[in-house]
């Protein structure tokens, strides 16, 4: 392993470790029950808020299973929609970034270490069958350990580049929903939200089954469309 490897590495599990051991003097986990309590949890770091808001976000996803929603409708409640929104975002697609680059450079102990070997054997074989459909649909709906397959995705032979611009595309979204009801900027009643994760639901099982056959159909008219534009010219 190359120095300047080891040398995030080590600062990355400092800062997990440091954080953690923060977050647990601090009270966060006594409040993480409740979104007014986290809150109020967040305000006490005027003013330093935005950056100490950052940092939770991040480490939400470092140290799963630490709800990154419940702390982004909290951030919308103290900061706004579109401040919450911006920080939340950001955070959680660096700390993505982060365990993927972690899971990459110390391979399938640390991913088993870290998230069990029953769940990296149960998701580790249908990323790699089906990597791109499994990534964007657990990252679009909820319900989904989408931070313990940002951890597995590390494993696989995705690039950095490519994975980066998956989690751009669709992490964001869950952030946008939270931050958005935190600040109320609108409210979703309860059988909308049901309804929509079921139709989620479907959608992701449709995905798994016939996934490879809408790509391949993609793929084949894609192909055809170059051919005609081909003949033309």
Known sequence: MKKNQLAML???????????????????????GSVEEMRDYIDRFTPYSHLFFFFIQW?????APIPSNITALAGGVLFGF???????AGAVILGSMTVFFCARLLGQNFADGFVGRKISERYLDLIRRKRDVVLILVFLFPFFPDDVICILAGL??????RFFCILVCTRPWGMLVSCAVGSAAFDVPWYWMASFGI????FFVLALCYG?????????KWNQDIRKKRKKG
């Open 156 to 161: 696989t032979t995705i690039s950095a580049k």
């Open 10 to 32: 080590l600062v990355t599990a400092l800062l997990a470790l440091c954080g953690g051991l923060l977050l647990w003097k601090t009270g966060f986990f006594a409040a993480i």
């Open 199 to 202: 139709l989620g639901m479907v």
């Open 82 to 88: 579109l401040m919450s929104f911006l920080l939340s």
């Open 59 to 63: 480490i939400s996803v470092v140290l």
């Open 212 to 220: 490879d056959r809408w790509e391949e159909a993609w793929i084949q």
